[in-house]
């Protein structure tokens, strides 16, 4: 009897370390490029930073580029030791040698993640472009390529001439799942009611959605466009896997940031970031999910 309760005890020690092993994932290294926005870029790496580390899935470090005007040309960035890069930029150009280490890292694997206003960034760098699928602002317009809205249940390319980018007045509201299948978001509610929180509208640019993920109806009476507009899609780059996400204006401080308290926005960063840069997402449904009528927030970032 007590030889056969150590010889279990010591196969079950034998055995624990190797389940151990095999369950504990392997945090993602990622790096975060911020440093020059026309936003609160102080709190939204910081707030980015703490999100993806908080879930325990993902390192965060940080590229931090020189102040606008200051001398860009030592900033060059080595993509080599990460699986995932966030961009949280809207500033200078960057270096040609950066810009070119970046296509590369994504035509070659590498994921992306593009953050709100990174969308802004870059009209004249054409790869870019097409790693954000769409953009605005920045002197955009048609020659920029088509909106690319909802409607009539399916993705509509409208090439009418027309500046791209805007917003009208921050409100909450509901985003709509076009592509339940798409694991970034499948489980997640189809309707879900979202912070207050700034709505892109008229956004244009190559418009290469992979995914659409999700809309929402960006209405008149809030100084919008009338349409459903594309909010969170996926893109394909090469090899590369891109998740764009429109929303997450920042607040004043860490403590004062309604819209990316939102979790609906953590969670959607969370699973795109883990799909764009693995092609696979682990996460649970989380419970505290938003629903169509009510918006949650964690606003301790987990
Ligand atoms: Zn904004």
Redesign the pocket.
């Known amino acids: 009897m007590k030889h056969s309760f150590v010889r279990k005890l010591f196969l079950l020690c034998a055995v624990v370390p190797f389940i151990g092993a095999v369950s504990a994932q392997k945090p993602i290294k990622a790096l975060l490029i911020t440093g020059q926005n ?2 609160n870029w102080k709190v939204s790496h910081a707030a980015i930073k703490q999100i993806l580390e908080n879930a325990r899935l993902f390192t965060v470090d940080l590229a931090v580029s020189p102040e606008k005007g200051q001398d860009m040309s030592q900033f060059i960035l080595d993509f080599t030791p990460y699986q995932l890069v966030i961009v949280d930029y809207n500033g200078d150009a960057w270096p040609e040698e950066t810009n070119k280490r970046f296509t590369e890292f994504v035509k070659n694997g590498g994921g992306a993640v593009v953050y ?2 990174a969308d802004n960034a870059f009209a004249n760098w054409k790869e870019y472009n097409e790693m954000t699928a769409l953009g605005g602002w920045e002197g955009r317009d048609e020659k920029a390529g088509p909106y690319v809205y909802w409607k009539d249940g399916k993705i509509v390319k409208d090439y009418s001439p027309g500046s791209g980018g805007s ?1 009208g007045n921050q409100h909450q509201y509901v985003l709509t799942l076009r592509d339940p299948k798409h694991p970034i978001v499948n489980g997640l509610s189809a309707k879900w009611k979202h912070a207050q929180d ?1 709505l892109y509208d008229r956004m244009r640019g190559p418009g290469n959605i992979a995914n659409l993920l999700y809309t929402a109806y960006s209405d008149e009476s809030t100084k919008g466009s009338g349409r459903e507009e594309s909010l969170l899609f996926t893109v394909e780059y090469g090899k590369g896997r891109i998740f764009h996400t429109m929303l997450g ?2 607040g004043a401080t860490l403590e004062d940031n309604t819209a990316m308290f939102c979790t609906g926005f953590q969670v959607t960063l969370l699973r795109g970031a883990e799909w764009a840069a693995t092609g696979k997402v682990t996460q649970k449904v989380p419970k505290d999910f938003p629903t169509e009528t009510e918006a949650t927030y964690r606003k301790n970032y987990k």
Do not use: I, K, M, V
């Open positions: 026309n936003h709100h206003a917003h700034e204006h920042a």
